[in-house]
């Protein structure tokens, strides 16, 4: 901790506590940041500094969420916590480095390891926390991590029921940190034409908005079913969570030889819903950012799907798949495997279709936005659809550089992040209603409102799930 001022660290968290508290009452659309004087944003100021903790040091938290906070100068992450042994000690050493390479100083910063993030939570000097967890330890250690009064990323979906979302939501709310999702096709780094595309419709460059066209795929049937001794490095009880309790198998959890493989979980249902949440938190959120409905959601649903067969392994999954949504705006969604990997947006004039890609499009350079029209990435019915110019009178969306910095930015400056936690609820509720509508093959009427299925028990009782203690949301108390 040689680098780590801890004299100051009462005023860095003075500072930080009065930046998350500026949040309250600020909307979704909100492009003002709270004023400070300039001197705090520094280098060497002491507010400007954020001590993380990373919750989860595994494919996803290894490959992007930590490389993406560490190149900003004002994070430093001190802690790494991880119920495989295996996975933390390799954390640490991965922070560790990076850290010295950034640096040029050997030995710059020791990162602390442990195996339950609530010691992490307990730290006074840790600000805001990473969480790079599996699907079905996404909402509890959010709303812990908010009762404890740190920032927080997290990754895609939000949460593994309806209802427990609704609840981190709430919570998040009531305690006013600061909250990001990893929803990063809407920041313009790496793909600036999901905004573009955004914006474009929006202010009605297509005509009318009629339809959209999301594009998903689903999950193959397999998994060995073998029951495993658990291995001695995992708190395998800590990692079912609060999922019923089941044999051991590696293809249930994730490999224990290379930490880039794609884990198991993803392909089970008592831990996701597959590629609907998966892919589609990423889609759908798009969706609903060009339709303006992200604080809103569907009015009905139905769809079908293909589910592997009983004896065809582990994994269980949807496969292909329909659904069909409509907004209370008279706009329809159709998601499906079928289509293109992407989001397309048809109206009475046009359409326009975006998915990830290397497409260098900005705003102000409607020649490169145009000349994009071949990319299969970012394409019109009409290539002068793209390079249309946006007036300043015009609706100009939210604009942030890069999902992780745009949370950095808001821990510092007070302001709401691109993905904050009801935008967050809302697009994960949209996927989740779409594998109910899969599951139960009928059409199923949706009050946004309420948050809940108009008359269909049935359909309501997928909105939780019973939870296994001491594990679970309902044992959350702030």
């Known amino acids: 901790m040689n680098e780590i001022n801890q004299a100051n660290n009462g005023n860095r968290r003075a500072f930080l506590k009065t930046a998350a508290t500026g949040t309250a009452g600020i909307i979704a659309a909100s492009m003002f940041p709270t004023i400070v004087p300039s001197t705090v944003f520094g280098k060497t100021a002491p507010s400007n500094r954020i001590n993380i903790g990373q919750i989860g040091f595994g494919r996803i938290g290894s490959s992007h969420d930590l490389p993406e906070v560490i190149k900003n100068e004002a994070a430093h992450v001190i802690a790494v916590a991880d119920l495989d042994k295996n996975r933390l000690a390799k954390g640490k050493v991965w922070i560790e480095k990076k850290y010295a390479d950034r640096t040029g100083k050997e030995n710059y910063l020791e990162v602390k390891t442990y195996d339950d993030y609530h010691e992490i939570l307990a730290r006074k000097d840790i600000d805001a926390v990473i969480i790079s967890t599996p699907d079905h330890w996404h909402a ?28 981190m939501a709430d919570m998040i709310k009531k305690k006013g940190v600061i909250f990001q999702l990893g929803s990063q096709q809407r920041s313009v780094n790496p793909w600036p034409q999901f905004k573009r595309t955004c914006e474009l419709v929006r202010n009605g460059r297509i005509g009318k908005l009629k339809k959209v066209y999301v594009g998903l795929p689903g999950d193959p049937a397999g998994g060995s079913t073998e029951q495993m001794p658990v291995p001695s490095n995992l708190n395998y009880d800590m990692w079912l969570g ?99 990997n992407g989001i397309k947006f048809e109206g009475t004039e046009g359409w326009i279709f975006v998915s990830r890609g290397n497409v260098g499009v900005t705003a102000s350079d409607p020649v490169a936005a145009s000349s994009a029209a071949k990319n299969e990435a970012f394409y019109a019915s009409d290539s002068k659809i793209l390079g249309s110019v946006i007036g300043a009178n015009e609706i100009h969306l939210y604009e942030s550089p890069e999902q992780h910095q745009n949370w950095i930015e808001s821990i510092q400056n007070g302001k709401q992040t691109i993905s904050h936690a009801e935008i967050a609820q809302r697009s994960c509720t949209a996927c989740l209603l779409a594998h109910t509508a899969m599951k139960l093959g009928r059409k199923l009427k949706w009050d946004p409102k309420k948050e809940d299925f108009i008359g269909d028990k049935e359909a309501s009782a997928t909105l939780s799930r019973p939870q296994r203690g001491p594990y679970g949301t309902t044992r959350v108390k702030g």
């Open 242 to 340: 609060s999922t019923p309790e089941i044999f051991y198998t590696l293809d249930r959890v994730h490999s224990q030889s290379n930490i880039n493989d794609r884990p198991g979980w993803l392909r089970l249902e008592q831990f996701g819903a597959g590629m609907i949440t998966g892919w589609g938190s990423h889609h759908i959120d798009i969706a609903h950012w060009g339709m303006d409905t992200e604080l809103t959601g569907p009015v009905e649903i139905e769809g079908k799907a293909t589910f592997p067969a009983k004896g065809s392994g582990l994994w269980d999954v949807h496969g292909d798949f329909l659904v069909n949504a409509k907004y209370a705006n008279g706009v329809e969604m159709e998601i499906g495997g079928t289509n293109p």
């Open 140 to 167: 509890q250690p959010a709303m812990e991590a908010a009762v404890a009064g740190k920032h927080i990323y997290m990754q895609k979906p939000t949460s593994l029921t309806i209802k427990e979302g609704r609840m």
